[in-house]
C-alpha cells in the first residue's frame, strides 16, 4: 500500500471511473481532493498495478470516508477490506468514523457491515442515480458502536 498525493489524481480517477462507470470524479477534482488540508489517500496495490484506493478526510475530531473504490478486476479479493482497516489504524482510537452509502450499493453495504459501521442518518434523494434518485444512509464507527476495529 502506499500514500497518496496530487500526483496521483489520474490513478485515482481511473480506478473510481472503472468501479462507478458514469458516476465517477474527474482527475481534476481528485487533484483538489488530494491536496485538501486533513486528506489521507492510500492505494492498494496488486503487484506493481493500483488496484484500489481510500481517500479519508479528518477534521474537527472525526473522520470520513470520502471515497473507497477496488478496480473491478481485483475486486472480492480484499482489497477494500485491507484499505478500511489501514485507515482504521491510522485513526485516534477516540476518533468516529463516519460515511455516507447509498441504499441500494449492497456490495459496499456489506463491506461496512463486516466493519461494524452502524446507521445513523438518512438524506433522502442524497444521490442521483440514472433509475432517479435515492437516498444515502450515514453510518458511523466509533465508540457508542464498539470502537474502530477490525473486521468482525
Ligand atoms: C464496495 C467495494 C469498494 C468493495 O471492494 P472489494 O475490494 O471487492 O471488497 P473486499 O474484497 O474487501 O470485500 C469485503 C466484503 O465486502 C462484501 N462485499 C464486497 N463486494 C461485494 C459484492 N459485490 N456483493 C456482496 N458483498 C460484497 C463482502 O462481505 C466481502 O467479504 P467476502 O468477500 O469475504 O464475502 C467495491 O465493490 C467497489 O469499488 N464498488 C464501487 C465503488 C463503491 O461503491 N464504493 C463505495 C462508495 S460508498
Redesign the pocket.
Given at each position: 500500500m502506499i500514500s497518496a498525493d496530487p500526483s496521483h489524481a489520474e490513478v485515482l480517477a481511473a480506478i473510481h471511473r472503472a468501479?462507478?462507470p458514469g458516476d465517477a470524479w474527474s482527475a481534476d477534482a481528485w487533484r483538489s481532493l488530494l491536496a485538501a488540508p486533513g486528506a489521507r489517500t492510500r492505494i492498494a496495490m496488486d503487484g506493481t498495478a493500483p488496484a484500489?484506493f481510500l481517500h479519508l478526510r479528518c477534521a474537527g475530531g472525526e473522520a470520513e470516508v470520502v471515497?473507497?473504490?477496488?478496480h473491478p478486476s481485483?475486486?472480492?479479493?480484499?482489497?477494500?477490506?485491507?484499505l478500511l482497516e489501514d485507515a482504521l489504524a491510522a485513526l485516534d482510537g477516540g476518533m468516529a468514523l463516519f460515511?455516507?452509502?447509498?441504499e441500494r450499493?449492497?456490495?459496499?453495504r456489506?463491506?461496512y457491515a463486516?466493519f461494524g459501521f452502524e446507521p445513523v442518518g438518512r438524506r433522502p434523494g442524497y444521490y442521483r442515480t440514472p433509475s432517479g434518485r435515492q437516498d444515502a444512509l450515514v453510518l458511523r464507527l466509533g465508540h457508542n458502536t464498539g470502537g474502530p476495529g477490525q473486521r468482525r
Open positions: 468501479a462507478m484500489g471515497m473507497i473504490a477496488t481485483a475486486q472480492r479479493r480484499g482489497i477494500a477490506t485491507a460515511l455516507e452509502v447509498a450499493n449492497h456490495a459496499a456489506a463491506l463486516g
